[in-house]
T-cell receptor, first 111, second 115 residues
Framework: KNEVEQSPQNLTAQEGEFITINCSYSVGISALHWLQQHPGGGIVSLFMLSSGKKKHGRLIATINIQEKHSSLHITASHPRDSAVYICAVTDRGSTLGRLYFGRGTQLTVWP | GAVVSQHPSRVICKSGTSVKIECRSLDFQATTMFWYRQFPKQSLMLMATSNEGSKATYEQGVEKDKFLINHASLTLSTLTVTSAHPEDSSFYIC???????????FGPGTRLTVT
């Protein structure tokens, strides 16, 4: 069983729609990360959070530590948001900050 | 955000040769660097973790004699794939961090093709 589970695996949306990607994890964590990977392969860190909620532009990330669950929301989605979104957690027991990754959610936004 | 570079971005080599990939943190000192491998349609797989000035910690199943990692300075780590084989063809990504409480910043990746 993967330590980090994401859903959905694939997501298609029309431009302007509100999008939610979910992440559940089973290990004790010190932080949760949301990453974005574009078709070229490069990875951008969107959020690192350990509690509550963070907002950056049209992106919102929330985490519920008790329920071991996080969500990434995209408001007013745009075709340029099309990418793979990856949830990752920093293992609290790791002295080096080891990350465990979800399998990713492929998001496609159509104009 | 912080910038991490990788070089080369793409490399094609013949089976049996060695390939070196560089990972640099451009605007911060990275005490820890991570090397990942990603196969198509799959998530990142951690290969090894390296701290500046010390030996790398390899994940189970990763051959340390085949994937040589050197973290000689706070801004540079290298991964050398020795005696490369076609099954080593993959996308290799590094990330760098100032420490456990800090974000990991990812490099753009290196596409390795072994013919």
């Amino acid at each position: 069983k993967n330590e980090v589970e994401q859903s959905p695996q694939n997501l298609t949306a029309q431009e302007g729609e509100f999008i939610t990607i979910n992440c559940s994890y089973s290990v004790g964590i010190s932080a949760l990360h949301w990453l974005q990977q574009h078709p070229g392969g490069g990875i951008v860190s969107l959020f690192m959070l350990s509690s509550g909620k963070k907002k950056h532009g049209r992106l919102i990330a929330t985490i519920n530590i008790q329920e071991k669950h996080s969500s990434l929301h995209i408001t007013a989605s745009h075709p340029r948001d099309s990418a793979v979104y990856i949830c990752a957690v920093t293992d609290r027991g790791s002295t080096l900050g080891r990350l465990y990754f979800g399998r990713g959610t492929q998001l496609t936004v159509w104009p | 955000g912080a910038v991490v570079s990788q070089h080369p971005s793409r490399v094609i080599c013949k089976s049996g040769t060695s390939v070196k990939i560089e990972c640099r943190s451009l605007d911060f000192q990275a005490t820890t660097m991570f090397w990942y491998r990603q196969f198509p349609k799959q998530s990142l797989m951690l290969m090894a973790t390296s701290n500046e000035g010390s030996k790398a910690t390899y994940e189970q199943g990763v051959e340390k004699d085949k994937f040589l990692i050197n973290h000689a300075s706070l801004t540079l780590s290298t991964l050398t794939v020795t005696s490369a084989h076609p099954e080593d063809s993959s996308f290799y990504i590094c990330s760098a961090s100032q420490g456990i409480a800090y974000e990991q910043y990812f490099g753009p990746g290196t596409r390795l093709t072994v013919t």
